[in-house]
């Protein structure tokens, strides 16, 4: 997979993410009405899965092209702490709003599995 390849296969997922965002955002409404602290950990999820495909991006341009592997290594690390410091986040808010944090993270494996199984099928 090249680069523009790659460029935009991130940008189908990255609406995909949204689509599937705005969509448990509306079932939300119908099983606990409007919750403002499940809208944020959604969000809060979804920016994490997102910002973490970007960030993996980087990591393996790093490897591959600049041979720095204690750089990828390090950012590698900071993905983890970046899940870890917006879930605790998130349960500061509130149950509820981690709980929309996991559903946010999944984005990403809808994302890819929209995108992808659409383009073999």
Do not use: P
Not at 18 to 44: A, K, M, P, Q
Not at 80 to 101: C, R, W
Request: proline content about 0%.
């Amino acid at each position: 997979m090249n680069r523009e390849n790659f460029t935009q296969q991130k940008k189908k997922i990255f609406f995909c993410m949204v689509v599937y965002g705005l969509l448990c955002e509306v079932f939300s409404l119908f099983i606990l009405g409007f919750r403002g602290e499940f809208t944020i950990g959604l969000i809060l999820g979804m920016g994490a899965a997102a910002i973490n495909l970007v960030i993996l991006e980087t990591v393996v341009d790093l490897i591959i092209k600049k041979r720095n592997t204690w750089l990828a290594f390090l950012i590698h690390l900071g993905r983890f702490f970046l899940f870890g410091l917006l879930a605790v986040v998130s349960l500061k808010i509130s149950f509820i709003s981690v709980v929309a944090y996991a559903i946010g993270v999944l984005g990403i494996v809808v994302g890819s599995l929209v995108t992808f199984v659409k383009k073999e099928g």
